[in-house]
């Protein structure tokens, strides 16, 4: 059998891997939420980061289906998750979540010798 896959929209990419862990997480309360958001374990977007437990992999909107996915070991482009709301930097992150790298510079570009 064929299957034909029909893009919606972008999707919000924030790993800056292939590697990464993510676990099931229920996202709390009605609004939307974009991908790159620190989550508590209950599913509670916490921006600031403190208590979080790992990372929104992909936008969520309770009011639609509150199951996500929330990274909790690999490696995120930190600009990219700032730009979806996240207010902590780079290093107060990975203090809360250790076991998640948070880059800045993935946009870096190659620099070749002329």
Not at 5 to 32: M, Q, W, Y
Not at 78 to 83: D, F, G, L, Y
Not at 94 to 101: D, F, Q, R, W
Request: glycine share 10%.
């Amino acid at each position: 059998m064929k299957l034909k896959n029909t893009p919606v929209g972008k999707r919000c990419e924030i790993l800056a891997s292939d590697h990464f862990l993510a676990v099931p997480v229920v996202v709390a309360g009605s609004s939307a939420v974009k991908a790159g958001i620190p989550l508590k374990n209950d599913g509670t977007p916490v921006p600031a980061g403190t208590d979080a437990a790992g990372i929104l992999l992909y936008d969520a909107d309770p009011g639609v289906n509150p199951n996500a996915a929330m990274l909790v070991h690999g490696v995120v482009d930190w600009s990219k998750c700032r730009a979806s709301g996240a207010q902590a930097d780079a290093q107060t992150m990975s203090g809360i979540l250790p076991n998640i790298a948070f880059r800045e510079n993935v946009g870096a570009s190659d620099v070749s010798n002329s």
